[in-house]
């Protein structure tokens, strides 16, 4: 299963940016689809994911300002950020969980390319 992450780039302190995950190949079923980043010197975290089931968790950092949604026929899910800070710069990677169509439905993990996501105070 392939990742195509979309929608980074840079922008002001305060503004907003959108990023879209698509994910493609033999799929069967994905479980959950999120987003990760990783800033210079730092440790990849997660920033927020959301489960087939609608259930959704966020870093405290980005609550009330980061939106997920996700389009279960399109496989894509999107992250919309709001009220952007310089301390959300960072490369962006879209993760996805799920099931492979093929014979035993084996399971995969895979993730985006990353997208450069820098705000400028």
């Known amino acids: 299963v392939q990742l195509q992450a979309s929608g980074g780039g840079l922008v002001q302190a305060g503004k907003s940016l959108k990023l879209s995950c698509r994910a493609s190949?033999?799929?069967?079923?994905?479980?959950?689809m999120g987003w990760y980043r990783q800033a210079p010197g730092t440790q990849r975290e997660l920033v927020v994911r959301?489960?087939?089931?609608?259930?959704?968790d966020y870093v405290d950092s980005v609550k009330g300002r980061f939106t997920i949604s996700r389009d279960n026929a399109k496989n894509t899910v999107y992250l919309r950020m709001n009220s952007l800070k310089s301390e959300d710069t960072a490369v962006y990677y879209c993760?996805?969980?799920?099931?492979?169509?093929?014979?035993?439905?084996?399971?995969?993990?895979?993730w985006g390319q990353g997208t450069q996501v820098t705000v400028s105070s």
């Open positions: 993760r996805a969980e799920g099931f492979n169509r093929d014979s035993i439905l084996s399971q995969f993990t895979s």
């Open positions: 190949g033999r799929i069967f079923s994905i479980n959950v």
């Open positions: 959301i489960r087939s089931d609608g259930r959704v």
